[in-house]
């Protein structure tokens, strides 16, 4: 059974582009188009797709309005298409804030110069979270069928990582001298909900790393920091790891972490050569030759492996590796990742993650 | 990239966009008005944005560039951070005109172009919620810098700290424009490297099948090569002579550009012939380096006026370059298409009438596409390329293939009843009787639905109108209200584009010479503001069109002795023509009311031109004037051009038929009692002299030393400004008839509009009054 998508654009145009691109792919099914917010509420109750794709600037009905009143109605996970602009990513994380799990940039050059590649990545997206079959804010009472239905489950994982690999110990409360959480897609959401539990005393340095455009980190960072009690920015070249403070690697570059002097910097570079900008690995595996002391480093819903190489170094120094558990995750991927090379010592759905790290770097 | 008119995509953008842009273009006006609407500053704002998704999508950067920056604008507004201001408005609305003409280039498939920097700026400057912009304005002006300086300094995206900076004109200021003038110079580079890029190398090849086109292009070709050469010259000397600490760089390396390379590129291009068009596009941006080498030498009085002349010549070379190579590519294979079809669907008899009314959706287009058969420079600049596409509801193409069915089944019935054997021949003609009555209901039934589809409201030219007004008071400093009633009125697809130019002008001219100036008002116990109604409305198979002032008005004396002063007649014939017929004075060739031509609605076409062209949609302008009180206008036309009520007259044996719009009244008259004054045979009617004519002495064979007939039936015609009339042999009736083009043997006849089909069978041509008069009333 193929995943049903409902588009929804107030331009014909788009509609009539996305439908083509995501009908190329056997594994989706446009199922229904619908031309502004209050269309699509009705057209989501009535067709109930696997997943919605939703424009913003509508008229009638904008597309945020549109997510609040689906997700009250007939949850679905939406992904919405946003203008990669600073605007945009205000109007994006709004909608985020509304249910939203991810969003989608509106213009195709922005995922790829490649035309069919774009293409691919859509369906890739689209599918990834359509073909979970489940909604955000259903996930920590019902999982559902469709996790369920997959024999690995969340407990096991933790004890076959630590059979494996024995070096790991268990960091006894804390020992862990800084937090690093790496995430891709409904990484926004997700890291919300993470650092809103954190308390405003938070006594060790964060870093983090979500794959997104350079347009979107400053807003992101913002929105961040006035939701949570710590603290959170936009890392800038040279910003010092103080705790209590969390540094968000800026879209389109690398974070790297350096040691001088007993403290430590963080350098902002352009790599060339990563898929990823900002790169999980890439900011993991300069934690892991230059932090001292062990890192406490969580992998969150993304699609791809990005972090697996870096925790892999990190683990090798001694630091500690969670992941987020595939009932909670809008796209089961970096997690898995990590959890399958064996990396991991905890996997745990993610309403759990924030207290637990609180917990874990509680003095 | 490579536009390709099979582009469904590419079609598919420019349907949605264009659309969008069209309601933009209203938008915008009305936004002035209702400055606060979060509604419509939504709707104004989305319409940017989507043309943006859109050309974002098919990587049409240039439109990207203007609608992104648009955007950003309109949301600072929709946000409450800015104030629609009349000056802010001045900016959008060319913004509108540039997205208007790099439609008109994706619609002729060629690369649109890109927009004026200057303008880009100007957005650019827009970006910044209202207190911000203020600040640096004024930055600005204390610096004296001069709106190029500043507009320099902003555009490079540099930090509001460098306003003051580049204000000072010398050398800081040359930092921020060397960047710009090296980028540019890197274009220009590329652009010269490779003379015989993709687009121009395929222009050959196409030349050689269009020979009409290729002379046509090759003299314009020629001008634009004069002016590149006269201009380019002009604008690297100033540069030159001006050479700043700043300018060192560049400044050669323009200077071996325009004059040696530039100068060879344009004899290679030259030399080997090629099309206007492509090589147009291409000399576009060595053309583009004087101006920019002029930007790095400062800004003295003498380089701003070359840098604007060169804005003009860029605006002259975009838009010979976009339309130069339509007539190549686009519209003639469109023409004989169009021609073929029509000649096709007459000559079959069994389905003749069947083939009617399909027909007329192709025989429509004919008028207008026929004109340019080998297209005219000026044609070509008004309308590159009409609107080739209409939208039409899928339930009224189903309707139409219902009644197609409707059609064979008739078709069937009567082909089985021409079989049947006469033996009861009552029957078989009842039978027969009753066919035809279907076979009449489905033919009316389905020639007004095809005329549905190609009904479009009037509110696409009226729709223009909001800005025209707008643009117009503004720079005349006159108040003036625009109303607008009917806008929903439906007539042809052709009509609406036809009714377009005529219709501007008589708006501009209401808004220039009727309505007064706002104190002029006042002192006459009017409102300062001047109120213009434009109303359209269907009056039975026509559409009324009122353009209406509360204006100055006119004074029939005054037109009178203006008449009398431009030689168009003596003192007796002015002081006899009434009130009415004064006004009509102004439709008249070389008649204008205004000792001075303004820029405004003085521009080229008169009145008469306007009055011609009504008349060449079989339509009629009626003037009614009240000294002080206002003007108003009235247009009739026919609600489409392919369908004509005429009246059906015969000469001899033969039938020809007068448009029934001309018609003022037919009479019976005993013909010895017309008299011959100044040579003119005129008969009395109503104590008014009419000029006569015998259309059998024109029209038919040997009839022209034939003696008088006695009496004869006179048809009474409107031509223009007067009423004459004509004898005709016999009178047959109203008939509404399907006007058929002259075969191309018979093209251009004069006096003669087309032909049709009786109801008998034969051919009746129809007349073209204006043209008939011209031909043969010689000394009239």
């Known amino acids: 059974m193929p995943v049903r998508v409902l588009v929804v654009d107030d331009s014909g145009f788009f509609r009539r582009r ?38 913003i600037e509508m008229p009638v009905m904008d597309g945020i309005t549109a997510v609040r009143r689906i997700m009250a109605a007939t949850p679905r996970p939406i992904l919405m298409f946003s203008s990669l602009t600073t605007d945009g990513a205000r109007a994006t994380f709004d909608a985020l804030d509304a249910g939203a799990v991810d969003y989608l940039p509106k213009r195709f050059e922005d995922i790829s110069r490649d035309r069919d590649e774009a293409k691919r990545q859509l369906c890739e997206r689209v599918w990834s979270v359509g073909s979970k079959g489940h909604t955000r804010p259903a996930v920590p009472k019902t999982p559902p069928p469709l996790a369920r239905a ?17 070096s790991s110990a268990p960091l006894r409360r804390g020992q862990v001298k800084l937090v690093a959480i790496g995430t891709s897609t409904g990484g926004p959401v997700a890291l919300q909900e993470v650092l809103t539990k954190l308390p405003g005393n938070f006594p060790v340095p ?157 003095v | 990239m490579a536009l390709d008119a099979d582009d469904e995509i590419l079609q598919d953008f420019l349907v949605e966009a264009s659309e969008i842009l069209e309601q933009l273009n209203e938008q915008l006006v009305e936004l002035e008005q209702r400055a606060d609407d979060t509604d419509l500053l939504n709707a104004v704002f989305r319409g940017f944005h989507t043309i943006k998704g859109g050309a974002g999508f098919l990587g049409l950067t240039p439109l990207v560039d203007v609608c992104h920056r648009a955007e950003d604008v309109f949301n600072l507004l929709r946000n409450g951070e800015k104030q629609v201001t009349p000056e802010l408005m001045d900016t959008m609305l060319p913004v509108l005109d540039v997205l208007n003409e790099q439609f008109e280039s994706l619609r002729a498939l060629q690369e649109p172009p890109e927009a004026d920097p200057e303008l880009l700026h100007r957005l650019e400057n827009l970006k910044r919620p209202d207190g911000a912009t203020q600040v640096e304005e004024t930055v600005a002006a204390a610096g004296g810098a001069s709106e190029e300086a500043f507009v320099a300094a902003t555009g490079t995206e540099g930090a509001p700290a460098s306003v003051p900076q580049t204000a000072q004109p010398a050398a800081a200021g040359g930092d921020p424009d060397g960047d710009i003038t090296d980028e540019e110079f890197e274009a220009l580079l590329d652009a010269l490297e490779q003379p015989g890029a993709a687009s121009v190398s395929s222009a050959p090849a196409q030349s050689g099948g269009e020979p009409a086109g290729d002379e046509i292009t090759e003299d314009e070709f020629e001008n634009l090569l004069d002016e590149l050469h006269g201009k380019g010259k002009f604008g690297g000397a100033p540069a030159e002579g001006a050479v700043s600490p700043a300018g060192e760089a560049d400044k050669p390396a323009s200077d071996e550009i325009t004059e040696d390379e530039f100068e060879n590129l344009l004899d290679q291009l030259h030399g080997k012939g090629q099309f206007g068009g492509v090589p147009a596009g291409d000399a576009t941006p060595p053309a583009e380096a004087p101006p920019a080498a002029a930007g790095t030498t400062g800004n003295s009085a003498s380089e701003e006026i070359t840098e604007e002349e060169f804005e003009n010549l860029l605006d002259q070379l975009h838009g010979k370059g976009k339309f130069g190579s339509v007539p190549g590519e686009g519209e003639p294979p469109a023409v004989p298409s169009q021609q073929a079809e029509v000649p096709k669907a007459v000559p079959e008899p069994p389905a003749q009438s069947a083939a009617k009314a399909p027909a007329q959706p192709s025989a429509a287009p004919k008028p207008t596409a026929s004109a340019p058969p080998a297209p005219k420079p000026e044609a070509r600049k008004a309308e590159p390329q009409g609107e080739t596409t209409v939208r039409v509801d899928t339930k009224r193409l189903d309707d139409i ?24 021949s009552t029957q078989a003609r009842e039978e027969m009787a009753k066919a035809v009555a279907n076979l009449d209901v489905v033919t009316g039934d389905l020639q007004a639905s095809v005329m549905k589809t190609r009904m479009q409201p009037i509110k696409k030219v009226f729709g223009r109108f909001p800005r025209v007004v707008r643009d117009l008071s503004r720079s005349l400093k006159k108040e003036v209200q625009l109303e607008m009633h009917g806008e929903e ?46 109303a359209a409305e269907q009056e039975g198979d026509h559409i009324l069109l009122i353009i209406e002032d509360d204006g100055g008005g006119m004074e029939p004396d005054v037109l009178r002795s203006k008449a009398v002063e431009k030689g168009m007649m003596d003192e007796d014939a002015a002081a006899r023509l009434s009130d009415k017929e004064c006004f009509e004075l102004i439709l008249a060739p070389g008649f204008s009311t205004k000792s001075e031509i303004s820029d405004i609605s003085g521009r080229g076409v008169g009145m008469d031109v306007v009055k011609t062209r009504i008349a060449q949609l079989n339509g009629s302008v009626d003037i009614d004037s009240e000294f002080g009180k206002g003007t108003r206008l ?101 008939e509404e008839v399907v006007i058929k083009p002259l075969g191309t043997m018979l093209q251009g006849t004069q006096g003669m509009a087309g032909a049709t089909i009786t109801g008998d069978g034969k051919i009746a041509l129809i007349l073209d009054l204006p043209g008939l008069m011209k031909a043969y009333g010689g000394q009239y």
């Open chain 1, 206 to 362: 964060l870093v983090l790393i979500q794959h997104m455009p350079g347009t979107f980190t400053p807003a992101f960072a913002q929105r961040l920091d006035q939701q949570c009690a710590i603290t959170i920015r936009e890392a800038k070249d040279g910003d010092e790891l103080v705790p209590g403070t969390a540094l968000l690697a800026p879209g389109g570059r690398q974070m790297v972490v350096e040691s001088r002097g007993g403290r430590q910097f963080v350098r902002i570079t352009d790599e060339p050569g990563q898929n990823y900008k900002p790169s999980v690995d890439i900011t993991f595996s300069s934690l892991a030759r230059n932090y001292p002391g062990p890192v406490l480093a969580v992998v969150l819903t993304g699609m791809g492996a990005d972090g697996r190489e870096g925790a892999r170094l990190l683990k090798q120094g001694g630091s500690v590796i969670w992941a987020q558990d595939e009932a909670t995750c809008v796209v089961y991927g970096m997690p898995a990742a990590v959890a399958e090379a064996g990396l991991t010592s905890q996997i745990m759905p993610l309403p759990e993650i924030g207290t637990a790290i609180a917990r874990q770097v509680a």
């Open chain 2, 401 to 424: 293939m219902n009644m197609v069915g409707e059609l064979v089944l008739v078709r069937n019935r009567l082909a089985t009843l021409a079989n049947v054997d006469e033996s009861d």
């Open chain 1, 18 to 55: 996305v439908t083509e691109m995501l009908k190329s792919d056997p594994r989706l099914d446009v199922v229904g188009t619908a031309a502004d917010g209050a269309e699509a509420v009705e057209k989501a109750a009535q067709l109930r797709p696997d997943v919605i794709t939703m424009d």
């Open chain 2, 634 to 734: 009235s247009i009739k036309v026919p609600l489409t051009l392919a369908i004509m009520p005429t009246l059906m007259v015969k000469l001899r044996a033969q039938t020809f038929a007068f448009p029934l719009v001309s018609v003022v009244e037919i009479f019976h008259l005993d013909l010895r009692k017309t008299n011959v004054v100044d040579g003119q045979r005129v008969v009395m009617v109503r104590e008014k002299a009419l000029p006569l004519f015998y259309l059998t002495r024109w029209l038919v064979t040997d009839a022209a030393g034939e003696p008088l007939p006695k009496s004869g039936h006179v048809v009474v015609v409107n031509i223009g400004t007067q009423q004459v009339g004509f004898v005709v042999d016999h009178l047959i009736g109203q």
């Open chain 1, 150 to 166: 997959v024999p690995r489950t969340a407990v096991q994982r933790p004890v076959s990582a630590i059979a494996s690999t024995p």
């Open chain 2, 489 to 534: 009125t439906d007539l042809d697809k052709n009509l609406v584009e036809a009714l377009a130019d005529p219709l501007v002008h008589l708006v501009r001219n209401a808004v220039d010479h009727g309505i007064e100036m706002p104190d002029k008002r006042e002192a006459a116990g009017k409102p300062r503001t001047g109120t213009l109604t434009l």
